[in-house]
């Protein structure tokens, strides 16, 4: 039972280039979620999937794209990375989104992917 | 707009003390607030949550308090180990309207030996 999984773990990008973020969970949950972490300002969601066929922006979507393959996957896409995209970006999912405001249920999250764009 | 504050920033002990971790919120109307810790290199594990009607629970060495009329929250570590070096983050959720929870910045905690 892996949990979360994001793949890579580690990449560096130049300026301009492309690269998708993948995740896969294994706990047969509706919901997934795409987090950048960067020092001091904690954890902001960018992306998120209620449920299979759904996506929606969250606090910081610019630059980014994703897509909800299927209801185990959830890839995080960046068309033309920049600097600013420099970041560890975490992969989570949830029973339900809906139930999340009620605690029924928690966020589990992947080991994260670090990104560097020079 | 829903805010989460984390004090300190940073902490360092020794290992066997006892230490406390503050988290005020101004999220509105409240439905719970979750203590995740978070190991170098690794994503968050939650750690405890606590509802409007809890004041505290214990997991372990770590317990956690919830004051909803201040709108403030504490989680106590005792005894503390050098496994409890980590990142302690505070999330709080809302009811209704926005299901997205609030992440504070976390309070990072260094244990030495």
């Known amino acids: 039972n892996a949990g979360v999984t994001q793949t890579p773990k580690f990449q560096v990008l130049k300026t301009g280039q492309s690269m998708t973020l993948q995740c896969a969970q294994d706990m047969n949950h509706n919901s997934m979620y795409w987090y950048r972490q960067d020092p001091g300002m904690g954890l902001r969601l960018i992306y998120y999937?209620?449920?299979?066929?759904?996506?929606d922006k969250g606090e910081v979507p610019n630059g980014y794209n994703v897509s909800r393959l299927n209801k185990r996957e959830f890839s995080l896409r960046l068309e033309s990375a920049a600097p600013s995209q420099t970041s560890v970006y975490f992969c989570a999912s949830s029973e339900n989104f809906g139930r999340l405001s009620s605690g029924a249920n928690v966020l589990t999250f992947g080991a994260g992917s670090r990104l560097t764009v020079l | 707009k829903n805010q989460v504050e984390q004090s300190p920033q940073s902490l360092i002990i020794l290992e066997g003390k006892n230490c406390t971790l503050q988290?005020?919120?101004?999220?509105?109307?409240?439905?719970?607030l979750r203590w995740y810790k978070q190991d170098t290199g690794r994503g968050p594990v939650s750690l405890t949550i606590?509802?409007?009607?809890?004041n505290t629970k214990s997991n372990g060495r770590y317990t956690a308090t919830l004051d909803a009329d201040t709108k403030q929250s504490s989680l106590h570590i005792t005894a503390s180990q050098l496994s409890d070096s980590a990142s302690y983050i505070c999330v709080v959720s809302s009811k209704g309207g926005s299901y997205i929870p609030t992440f504070g910045r976390g309070t990072s905690l260094i244990v030495h030996p």
């Open positions: 999937s209620a449920s299979e066929g759904t996506t």
């Open positions: 988290c005020n919120y101004t999220v509105s109307p409240f439905s719970n």
């Open positions: 606590m509802t409007f009607s809890e």
